[in-house]
């Protein structure tokens, strides 16, 4: 999979990421009882999908979502390659350098 095509995948998965968070916004405001629904599913059928077609076996996707939180916590360290030096991500430009990166050393 190329660059273009992963990032248009990744702001389209974010988006529905989104839309999800403000259903429930919508949910509990009408509904202070309410809790939180959750459309999991889709989300990590696409995952997979994404991992598969870019190579990413070390579930670096699920870790810049997740973890990282889209990249907005990445620090310098947050991943670092064999000698230490940090490896920029921020982005999804970084993520899907850094997937390239692995593809290539390990």
Do not use: C, H
């Amino acid at each position: 999979m190329n660059k273009t095509k992963f990032k248009q995948y990744m702001k389209e998965l974010i988006s529905l990421k989104r839309d999800e968070e403000n259903l429930n916004k919508a949910l509990k405001k009408f509904s202070p009882d309410f809790n939180y629904i959750s459309f999991s599913r889709y989300e990590t059928l696409v995952i997979d999908i994404l991992r598969k077609s870019t190579g990413d076996k070390y579930n670096n996707i699920s870790y810049w979502l997740y973890d990282l939180n889209e990249g907005k916590d990445a620090v310098k360290d947050s991943v670092t390659d064999k000698e230490g030096k940090g490896i920029p991500i921020k982005t999804l430009d970084d993520l899907y350098n850094m997937i390239e990166y692995d593809k290539k050393n390990n």
